[in-house]
């Protein structure tokens, strides 16, 4: 079958042209782009705001006028007709042309930002300088490529998020959950920030300076949130800073693991994170073409929780860097830290052993292992390497490779850039080390799961093809097993295109969350009670 | 070492493989000339819809064959011999068996129209009907209108392929309401509506009197009997259900009704030859069921069964309660137990009918009239816990019961409106009853102490 033809036509493409209104609707969008890619050719827009606005809103309103071209003149139902016809959605051209414009637009944005018309000293030029406006209405200050980012990231999941709750407005769960990561990501990452670094250095502060701070973004995630530089932000700034550092603190070791043994991890990939949130809505298109096969979840395995490893030397490391020697002044000394860092994992380490072995997987067992005899060997190599050197290498140099290999390259070029290729969930599924935190806990000890209905599958594979983690969901609802997977963000996508109502995401009792029986109803019950006793 | 030979890669015959190779180590041969690997029958139209691709259509990677030591002939058995034990390809290969399963599933229904092998005309059950419905009907410009005649499940999902390329579409039913023989009349009527929302032609008490062909051997129009009335088209898609495809089987020896007769072991009268799936007749009818069910669970329930027997575990075919489902372009329906439509409802079948009064949303308790117990319950656009009503079934509760435990059978995602109390305040008015709902239960549904 490798030979197949992706339209199945044998007389040419099926009709699955734009309608003359998303032709208006695209050109719309695209004026928007123009204006900021004028923009950035150093066109010099005379009045700013306007311009701004101008190329601002023509996005938003083509891709609403597009969706709503769409979606309008449909019943309310899952509509992924002509998926795979269409060239954008399928790796056709227009799909490796959007690639690689978005992966261009990474590279600019992280490594080249004076393309963009950054300036470190005196006033922005190009696309930022078009952002200046908002900027100051927003936190005084003048905008920088995270700012122009940022404000086209909020832009798209709002744009975007409308259209899919268009598409799935006959499913509640989808559009309270699409609802809350727009909310989150306008508020949360966008505008409160935005307000607190506006707070600087005022009185409430004592001339302190509050950090840029989006409160939903947990560590790992925000690597560099115990770095000196943001735990010196904190603490210059008061009693605010320091709650803020707790909250900090508190998000990883007690709200994330409470919430995720209530709600699975769902409650943050897929209602509250910013990644997942464009992932999906502007990325919603894109969910298909996630890769299904066993290769690829070893593949991912691997990798993503190599990342955990990685970030948590990284961290240990930076937090090492700086920390002083001498306990006289203060109790936490490099030493303190180090060791606290071994008991803290060795505990982990040890009661997933103890009580959990049994729910690893027998590669993930040896992972496990393995990484643990790396780490304290490395944190047992402390007393043994010179001042400043952590481990092997500079806390510097790992910091460094972590947030250009793992920060920038994976989470942005790659994970965003290849949506129309690798699909919208390729940096949460094989790099986001949150991502992986989260599920590790939702394997082993969460409520959450997806319950397959009996018998009722009929192995369409609508569930597998738009799962954007690649979890091959009908191969365990085919045989009747809940299905309890660490990358499962909970997005419900497969509920709803099941055909058959065979699939439910629930939050239920522990005992028997992990049925590894098959319970195909249907047959009489002696039978399967028969087929069990293998 | 034995070797089990199974003609047939669809559900039935792959459940039997699967399920042997859990059970022994025998040698098992997969013989079939549709497609090289198996996939799922059922989900064809999404291949034509745009939402998968074929492959995803494909519940296991090509690997898994080789690991699980099934192998796989792509070849056409023209022939049986059961006295030498042995299969003849249409390669004139000969392929021999210690025992042989016959899993050869349907083919569609042609009831000798006049003009029923014309070129366009043509059903929807196989991967090659699949490919021959992107010549006959790529796009709307090849084919200016489709019709449909037949109106079971596969028509309505041809007519909702048709409809996402936007082909206008004539949907002949011969029934005066979709489906009516199988659904109560309020559900039925529920969909007629749903169809000619989706702009689809029904056409309720027609049927087809003649294909009309051009000059070139194509279909040109079809006339409807009832009406004389000429329709012109470019495919007529006969969908007015499907046979057991065994005509192969003629001269083997091997005792055939319209299906290959088997007893309540899945055995032929010929010693070590088996049916099961479509094409498979019982010779008594199990319970309510029919001597044939061409059904996805039943000929998965079939393959588990047989690879029982087969591995020398002898167990009789025994079916648990009635379920199925169905999806109706956006309406999803699922049935458990029985719940008969007007014309075969017993005597003492009493039906509860509650329909929602915007949405496309309904469902039908059938229940005894005396003991008041549970028979059956069809919903549409409610999604049920198929646990819940196998065990409800199984312990004979009664409507009263089912009613006030109905939030724990709940199925539907997160967040969904329920509806468990305007069901059951039009339960109590029309019966005059005053059962008051109860909240779900964790416990109950998980059956935890």
Redesign the interface.
């Known amino acids: 079958?490798s030979t197949?033809d992706?339209s199945?036509?044998?007389?040419?493409q099926?009709?699955?042209s734009l309608s003359t209104n998303q032709k208006f609707a695209t050109f719309l969008g695209v004026t928007g782009l123009i204006i900021m890619l004028l923009a950035i050719f150093n066109v010099s827009f005379p009045n700013k705001t306007l311009w701004l606005s101008i190329s601002l809103s023509s996005v938003f309103a083509g891709i609403l006028w597009f969706s709503w071209n769409a979606y309008s003149q449909k019943?309310?139902?899952?509509k992924?007709?002509?998926?795979?016809?269409?060239s954008i959605s399928s790796r056709g051209f227009w799909a490796w042309i959007a690639g690689i414009a978005l992966t261009g637009f990474y590279i600019v944005l992280y490594f080249y930002p004076e393309y963009l018309g950054l300036v470190s000293d005196g006033d922005n030029k190009g696309i930022i300088a078009l952002f200046d406006p908002l900027s100051k209405a927003l936190s005084g200050n003048p905008a920088s490529q995270w700012f122009v980012y940022g404000t086209l990231y909020t832009v798209a999941i709002l744009a975007f998020g409308i259209k899919f709750l268009w598409k799935y407005r006959?499913?509640?769960?989808e559009r309270?959950r699409t609802i809350s990561v727009m909310l989150f990501q306008t508020a949360f990452a966008f505008i409160i920030p935005e307000l607190m670094a506006r707070l600087n250095g005022d009185k409430i502060l004592n001339g302190g300076s509050l950090p840029y701070y989006d409160l939903k973004n947990v560590w790992p995630l925000n690597y560099y949130n115990f770095e000196s530089y943001r735990i010196k932000g904190f603490l210059s700034s008061g009693d605010i800073g320091f709650a803020l550092l707790i909250f900090g603190i508190l998000s990883i070791f007690v709200i994330t693991p409470i919430l995720t043994y209530k709600y699975g991890k769902r409650w943050y990939c897929s209602w509250v994170c910013g990644c997942g949130g464009l992932a999906e809505t502007a990325g919603d298109s894109f969910r298909?073409l996630s890769d299904k096969?066993?290769f690829a979840w070893k593949v991912e395995r691997w990798v993503v929780h190599s990342v955990v490893v990685f970030v948590t030397l990284m961290t240990t490391a930076v937090v090492y860097s700086y920390l002083g020697t001498d306990t006289s002044k203060y109790w936490l000394t490099k030493s303190s830290f180090l060791i606290g860092v071994a008991v803290l994992l060795t505990l982990v380490f040890g009661w997933v052993m103890l009580f959990k072995r049994e729910q690893l997987q027998k590669d993930a067992q040896y992972g496990a292992i393995g990484y643990f005899v790396i780490i304290m060997a490395l944190l047992g190599m402390h007393f043994f390497s010179g001042d400043g050197n952590v481990f092997l290498f500079k806390s510097e140099t790992l910091r460094k490779s972590y947030s250009f290999l793992i920060g920038s390259i994976f989470s942005g070029v790659i994970g965003t850039g290849f949506y129309p290729i690798f699909g919208s969930r390729v940096w949460c599924r094989f790099g986001c080390p949150m991502a992986a935190i989260l599920g590790f806990q939702q394997r082993l000890f969460s409520r959450f799961r997806i319950t397959t209905?009996?018998?009722?599958c009929?192995?369409?594979?609508?569930c597998?093809?738009y799962c954007e983690m690649g979890i091959d969901v009908?191969?365990y609802a085919?045989k009747g097993e809940n299905i309890v997977r660490a990358s499962c963000v909970g997005c419900?996508i497969c509920?709803?295109?099941c055909?058959?109502?065979v699939l439910?995401?629930?939050n239920?009792?522990l005992?028997?969350r992990i049925d590894s029986n098959q319970?195909?109803?249907?047959?009489?019950?002696?039978?399967m009670t028969?087929?069990n006793q293998? | 070492m034995e070797n089990i030979v199974i003609i047939g890669n669809g559900i039935a015959g792959v459940t039997a493989a699967r399920h042997i190779r859990k059970l022994s180590d025998k040698k098992i041969t997969i013989i079939s000339s549709e497609t090289e690997y198996f996939f799922s029958r059922t989900a064809l139209m999404y291949v034509y819809m745009g939402h998968m691709k074929f492959e995803h259509t494909q519940p296991y990677e090509k690997g898994f064959w080789k690991k699980n030591r099934i192998e796989l002939v792509k070849g056409h058995v023209t022939q049986v011999i059961p006295d030498e034990k042995k299969l003849v390809l249409a390669s004139t290969e000969s392929i021999f068996y210690d025992k042989l399963i016959i899993a050869t599933g349907s083919k569609p229904n042609k009831f000798g129209w006049p003009g029923q092998d014309l070129d366009g005309v043509q059903g929807l059950y196989s991967k090659q009907d699949l490919n021959m419905l992107e010549v006959n009907a790529p796009n709307k410009k090849v084919c200016k209108r489709a019709v449909i005649v037949g109106g079971g499940l596969i028509g309505i999902e041809l007519a909702e392929m048709l409809r996402t390329r936007d082909i206008p579409v004539t949907f002949l039913v011969r029934e005066d309401s979709f489906w009516n023989g199988i659904l109560p009349n309020g559900e039925s009527q529920m969909i007629n509506e749903h169809i000619l929302e989706h702009h689809i032609d029904l056409r309720l008490s027609s049927s087809l009197k003649e294909i009309v062909s051009d000059e070139r051997g194509r279909v040109k129009s079809i006339i409807v009997e009832e009406t004389g009335e000429e329709i012109p088209c470019d495919l007529v898609g006969l969908t007015a259900g499907v046979t057991p495809n065994i005509d192969f089987l003629k001269d083997s020896g091997i005792e055939l009704g319209r299906g290959v007769k088997v007893n309540r072991f899945l055995e032929t009268n010929i010693k070590d030859i088996y049916a099961i799936g479509d094409c498979a007749e019982q010779h008594e009818a199990i319970g309510n069921r029919r001597p044939i069910e061409a059904v996805w669970y039943t000929g998965r329930m079939m393959g588990e069964t047989l690879a029982q027997t087969v591995c020398g575990n002898k167990i009789p075919y025994n079916p648990g309660h009635w379920f199925n489902s169905a999806k109706f372009l956006d309406i999803e329906y699922q049935t458990y137990g029985w719940v008969f439509p007007e014309q075969r409802k017993k005597a003492e079948e009493m039906h509860f009918h509650w329909r929602h009064p915007k949405e496309k949303i309904c469902i039908t308790i059938a229940f005894h009239k005396d003991s008041e117990e549970l028979l059956g319950i069809n919903t549409f656009g409610i999604r049920l816990r198929h646990e819940i009503f196998d065990r409800w079934l199984t312990e004979k509760r009664t409507i009263a019961y089912v009613m006030e435990h109905m939030a724990d059978a709940n199925f539907d995602p997160e967040f969904y409106r329920t509806y468990e109390k305007d069901i059951v305040d039009q339960f109590n008015s029309d019966f005059g009853k005053t059962v008051k709902s109860k909240k779900k239960s964790l416990k109950q549904i998980f059956q935890i102490a």
């Open positions: 079958m197949y992706r199945m036509a044998l007389t040419g099926p009709p699955k019943l309310p139902g899952i992924n007709d002509g998926v795979w016809f269409k006959h499913n509640r769960y309270l298909h096969s066993t209905n009996g018998g009722q009929i192995s369409c594979g609508n597998s093809t009908r191969a085919q419900g509920s709803a295109v055909p058959r109502g439910k995401l629930e239920g009792p005992e028997g319970v195909l109803l249907g047959n009489d019950v002696d039978l028969l087929v293998k």
